[in-house]
Nanobody, 120 residues
Framework: QVQLVESGGGLVQAGGSLGLSCAAS????????MAWYRQAPGNQRTLVAK???????NYADSVKGRFTIARDNAKNTVYLQMNGLKPEDTAVYYC??????????????WGQGTQVTVSS
């Protein structure tokens, strides 16, 4: 079984910065695409940023130029550096990964979520 464990998040003032990390652990596996999503109260979960195993990145328009996604393939870890935070970035942030488990199955894995709150 593969699990995603997130860390980071918290409370920050507008204009500040926060970093999130998410590590995959468990049985033998290969991690393909990794991504960060967020969900604000009353809203749907939406994509923030995605990075492929080759390092290709894409971002939601609302975070371009402020957020950076990165990964360490050796550690099966994805990061999200968030700069210039705005109150509208307040949400629960979820890590997501497409995983191939060497027993022959594919898994769409999710982290437990971490709260990011930006005060004005």
């Amino acid at each position: 079984q593969v699990q995603l464990v997130e860390s980071g998040g918290g409370l920050v003032q507008a204009g500040g910065s926060l970093g999130l990390s998410c590590a995959a652990s468990g049985s033998t596996f290969t991690v393909n695409d990794m991504a960060w999503y967020r969900q604000a109260p009353g809203n749907q979960r939406t994509l923030v940023a995605k990075i492929t195993s080759a390092g290709n990145r894409n971002y939601a328009d609302s975070v371009k130029g402020r957020f950076t996604i990165a990964r360490d393939n050796a550690k099966n870890t994805v990061y999200l550096q968030m700069n210039g935070l705005k109150p509208e970035d307040t949400a629960v942030y979820y890590c997501n990964a497409d995983i191939y488990v060497w027993t022959g199955s594919f898994l769409d894995a999710w982290g437990q979520g971490t709260q990011v709150t930006v005060s004005s």
